[in-house]
T-cell receptor, first 114, second 112 residues
Framework: GAVVSQHPSRVICKSGTSVKIECRSLDFQATTMFWYRQFPKQSLMLMATSNEGSKATYEQGVEKDKFLINHASLTLSTLTVTSAHPEDSSFYIC??????????FGEGSWLTVV | GDSVTQMEGPVTLSEEAFLTINCTYTATGYPSLFWYVQYPGEGLQLLLKATKADDKGSNKGFEATYRKETTSFHLEKGSVQVSDSAVYFCALSKTSYDKVIFGPGTSLSVIP
């Protein structure tokens, strides 16, 4: 079964609203989680590295004020897309570091902004 | 910077055909190499990995060998099935606990 769970798996929101995606590590603590984005027919691109108890490290070109990442506990990281617009529609997927040397990916979340 | 290049699809094969998806990488040192698979409408699954030169990763009939001299990690399967239809991503990570850098993905369609 899945060791990293994302919720929701699919979400539709109206333009201008904010939407939160959760990434949970099941049965293990993850001090580090990663958030990726995949546009249609493209590869996955790292958005940010989330470290428990500290600010996330964003990749170049990713707006930190638009994509808020919170890693408040050892089993949960959240990605909030603020003031979402149709161009933010994408597949968002997280991964969590287990045992210091293994990365597990979540099932991903499909966001559609209408 | 580090990067991954793989053959772009889509690739269409008949069932039981031989599959090769080429992948080459650019990185300093000795990265770990991965193949991930994404079935339609689903998330990512790790298919196989290799962590050092000459290692062979294998799973579900798929194989890939870490070739340091050619900086390659080609994916092969001797006989594909319809259920193998998916997008395959070659990827690397500088360490086992670092971010993963993905190639562009190769879409595979297997027809009966």
């Amino acid at each position: 079964g899945a060791v990293v769970s994302q919720h929701p798996s699919r979400v539709i929101c109206k333009s201008g609203t904010s939407v939160k995606i959760e990434c949970r590590s099941l049965d293990f603590q993850a001090t580090t989680m990663f958030w990726y984005r995949q546009f249609p027919k493209q590869s996955l691109m790292l958005m940010a590295t989330s470290n428990e108890g500290s600010k996330a490290t964003y990749e170049q070109g990713v707006e930190k004020d638009k994509f808020l990442i919170n890693h408040a506990s050892l089993t949960l990281s959240t990605l909030t897309v603020t003031s979402a617009h149709p161009e933010d529609s994408s597949f968002y997927i997280c991964s969590a570091l287990f045992g210091g040397n293994t990365i597990y990916f979540g099932e991903g979340s499909w966001l559609t902004v209408v | 910077g580090d990067s991954v290049t793989q053959m772009e699809g889509p690739v269409t094969l008949s069932e039981e055909a031989f599959l090769t998806i080429n992948c080459t990488y650019t990185a300093t040192g000795y990265p770990s190499l991965f193949w991930y698979v994404q079935y339609p409408g689903e998330g990512l699954q790790l298919l196989l990995k290799a962590t050092k030169a000459d290692d062979k990763g294998s799973n579900k009939g798929f194989e890939a060998t870490y070739r340091k001299e050619t900086t390659s990690f080609h994916l092969e399967k001797g006989s594909v099935q319809v259920s193998d239809s998916a997008v395959y991503f070659c990827a690397l990570s500088k360490t086992s606990y670092d971010k993963v850098i993905f190639g562009p993905g190769t879409s595979l369609s297997v027809i009966p």
